[in-house]
């Protein structure tokens, strides 16, 4: 990763090879680099050869910077004035921002949020591989039906989304086991190898993470007929090691990878789930936490920066 003395850089890199298979999987994913991304790193570079400026990335979230982020800015706006279909603006404006972070990763200071070196998500994959923990990014839509597909392999009760949504009485993971498809199991293992079980983490900033539900609300609905998403909640949730960094805006609110292990936790106190050793999975998660908030305090540290930050917790909650 750049150096603080590297955080800022410029040049025309964006003119360099492109955006291989190993490296876009790199990122967490299996599938192949998707033709919205490339396109729109395609017309990136393209812009950097016509422009006397250079790409230059850098500052707070290393985006691009400088003549050439307003050039490109300009003219991203004007594209995506052009297009008349909500659905495509939405996709161009996804793949544009994941373009720009690629392109910007490459020997410069970058973040987004499957990109961002605080991001917990990346280490469901790191720890379980890109099978087990697949990555699915908001607005891709290669990524959407890949997933949508494997939801419907699956099945509609075989389906659970982790979200803290107000609106809706979500279920227990006890709630889960005691009915659908897992009813009468008690005494019996389970043998999910046909069927597996989808546990779905949304994986963003709050804000960003209120657009993601209300599109899988939209995707569940075309697909099953049904308004509501099928929602857990955790019974048992702390705050995680990462609210030091990160503060989350209120208590019964944590990371994507502390919301992992706490869904492999109660798995794990489920009778007839106690032999799968869950609870180890859950422990190399919070190890995994460990290991990335050390690596993150030192690094705070040698650029003279603070290591807390203020509460965002509302007290009430």
């Given at each position: 990763?750049?150096?603080?003395?590297?955080?800022?850089r410029g040049g025309k890199e964006g003119d360099g090879a492109a955006i291989s298979v190993v490296e876009w999987q790199g990122w967490g994913t299996s599938?192949?680099?998707?033709?919205?991304?490339?396109?729109?790193?395609?017309?990136?570079?393209?812009?950097?050869?016509?422009?006397?400026?250079?790409?230059?990335?850098?500052?707070?979230?290393?985006?691009?910077?400088?003549?050439?982020?307003?050039?490109?800015?300009?003219?991203?706006?004007?594209?995506?004035?052009?297009?008349?279909?909500?659905?495509?603006?939405?996709?161009?404006?996804?793949?544009?921002?994941?373009?720009?972070?690629?392109?910007?990763?490459?020997?410069?200071?970058?973040?987004?949020?499957?990109?961002?070196?605080?991001?917990?998500?990346?280490?469901?994959?790191?720890?379980?591989?890109?099978?087990?923990?697949?990555?699915?990014?908001?607005?891709?839509?290669?990524?959407?039906?890949?997933?949508?597909?494997?939801?419907?392999?699956?099945?509609?009760?075989?389906?659970?989304?982790?979200?803290?949504?107000?609106?809706?009485?979500?279920?227990?993971?006890?709630?889960?086991?005691?009915?659908?498809?897992?009813?009468?199991?008690?005494?019996?293992?389970?043998?999910?190898?046909?069927?597996?079980?989808?546990?779905?983490?949304?994986?963003?900033?709050?804000?960003?993470?209120?657009?993601?539900?209300?599109?899988?609300?939209?995707?569940?609905?075309?697909?099953?007929?049904?308004?509501?998403?099928?929602?857990?909640?955790?019974?048992?949730?702390?705050?995680?090691?990462?609210?030091?960094?990160?503060?989350?805006?209120?208590?019964?609110?944590?990371?994507?990878?502390?919301?992992?292990?706490?869904?492999?936790?109660?798995?794990?106190?489920?009778?007839?789930?106690?032999?799968?050793?869950?609870?180890?999975?859950?422990?190399?998660?919070?190890?995994?936490?460990?290991?990335?908030?050390?690596?993150?305090?030192q690094r705070r540290l040698r650029k003279g920066r603070s290591i807390t930050r203020k509460e965002r917790h509302n007290n009430c909650i």
């Open positions: 990763m750049a150096s603080s003395a590297d955080a800022e599938s192949p680099v998707t033709a919205t991304v490339l396109e729109v790193i395609e017309d990136i570079k393209a812009l950097a050869r016509d422009s006397d400026a250079p790409m230059t990335f850098g500052g707070l979230g290393g985006k691009l910077k400088g003549t050439f982020k307003d050039q490109e800015d300009k003219k991203h706006r004007s594209v995506y004035e052009s297009i008349c279909d909500s659905e495509n603006k939405m996709q161009f404006f996804s793949a544009r921002q994941i373009a720009c972070r690629l392109l910007g990763n490459r020997g410069h200071l970058c973040q987004k949020d499957f990109l961002r070196q605080n991001n917990t998500g990346k280490l469901l994959w790191q720890i379980f591989g890109i099978q087990s923990a697949a990555l699915c990014l908001f607005g891709i839509c290669e990524h959407e039906d890949i997933m949508w597909s494997a939801f419907r392999d699956s099945g509609k009760g075989m389906v659970w989304f982790l979200y803290p949504n107000q609106n809706s009485s979500p279920m227990s993971v006890e709630d889960l086991f005691s009915s659908g498809p897992f009813t009468g199991l008690e005494s019996q293992k389970m043998d999910l190898g046909e069927k597996p079980l989808n546990f779905v983490l949304i994986d963003g900033t709050w804000s960003n993470s209120s657009a993601m539900h209300r599109r899988l609300k939209e995707r569940w609905a075309l697909t099953w007929g049904e308004e509501h998403l099928p929602c857990i909640s955790l019974s048992t949730l702390g705050a995680s090691v990462m609210h030091k960094l990160r503060p989350q805006p209120s208590w019964d609110r944590t990371c994507t990878a502390a919301a992992a292990a706490g869904i492999l936790w109660e798995l794990h106190l489920v009778r007839r789930l106690s032999m799968y050793g869950l609870e180890k999975q859950a422990e190399a998660v919070e190890n995994a936490l460990d290991v990335l908030l050390d690596a993150l305090v």
